[in-house]
C-alpha cells in the first residue's frame, strides 16, 4: 500500500525534512480525523543551531474547522558540559507540542499549514526543546563536582587533599558557580 503520510515519514532520515510533513491528504478528511505519527532519528538537524542525537517521539495530528491540531512529545539528546565537573555529557531535551497550524494559511499567524500542504514543526521544535534545557546542566542530579584545590574529578573517587585547607577564595568561588 502506497500510504503518502507514511511515505513522508520514513525513519531514519537525517536532515531536518523529517519535521517537514505533506499533511495535504488530512486537509482533505472531516473534522475530528486523527492520525498519529512517530519520529525517530539517530541524527536530526533542527535547525542551524539545534542538532540532536536519538530523537524520537510521537503526534497526533487533527483536522479541525480551522486546520490542523498537533498534540505530541519529542526528546531528543544534545551534549551539554556538566556545571560541577565539566564533563561532557548528553542532556535529554523534550517537547512537548500542543499546536494549532492554520488552514488556510494567516499570513498574521505564525504556525500555519503552506498551500502546498507542508506543515513544518521544526521553529517550534527548537523553541520548546531549547526552552527545556536547564539553566544548570548537570551529568547527574548527584554529581560531586571537582575539588577546587586539586581539580580532581570527585565522582571518580576522593583526592589527597581532603584533609588539607582548601583554599577558601576558591571556596567561595566554587560557591557562586554552583548556584
Ligand atoms: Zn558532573
Ligand atoms: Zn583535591
Avoid at 527548537?126 to 574529578?153: F, H, I, V, Y
Wanted: charged share 25%; aromatic share 8%.
Amino acid at each position: 500500500m502506497d500510504d503518502p503520510f507514511l511515505r513522508e515519514t520514513a525513519l531514519y532520515k537525517t536532515r531536518r525534512d523529517v519535521l517537514r510533513l505533506n499533511v495535504g491528504f488530512l486537509l482533505k478528511e472531516n473534522v475530528g480525523y486523527s492520525r498519529r505519527m512517530d519520529f525517530e532519528a539517530p541524527l536530526l538537524e533542527v535547525a542551524d543551531d539545534l542538532n540532536l542525537a536519538n530523537f524520537r517521539g510521537a503526534a497526533n495530528f487533527t483536522r479541525t474547522p480551522q486546520g490542523v491540531y498537533v498534540q505530541g512529545r519529542f526528546s531528543g539528546e544534545h551534549p551539554a558540559e556538566c556545571v560541577r565537573c565539566l564533563t561532557e555529557f548528553p542532556q535529554v531535551l523534550t517537547a512537548d507540542i500542543k499546536q494549532l497550524y492554520d488552514y488556510p494559511p494567516d499570513p498574521s499567524s505564525e504556525h500555519v499549514i503552506a498551500e502546498t500542504g507542508f506543515l513544518d514543526l521544526a521553529p517550534l521544535m527548537r523553541e520548546l526543546m531549547l526552552l527545556s534545557a536547564p539553566m544548570r546542566a548537570l551529568c547527574r542530579p548527584d554529581c560531586k563536582g571537582l575539588c577546587p584545590n586539586c581539580g580532581q574529578d570527585w565522582n571518580e573517587g576522593p583526592c589527597n587533599c581532603e584533609k588539607e585547607e582548601i583554599n577558601p577564595r576558591f571556596a567561595v568561588l566554587k560557591k557562586l558557580l554552583d548556584k
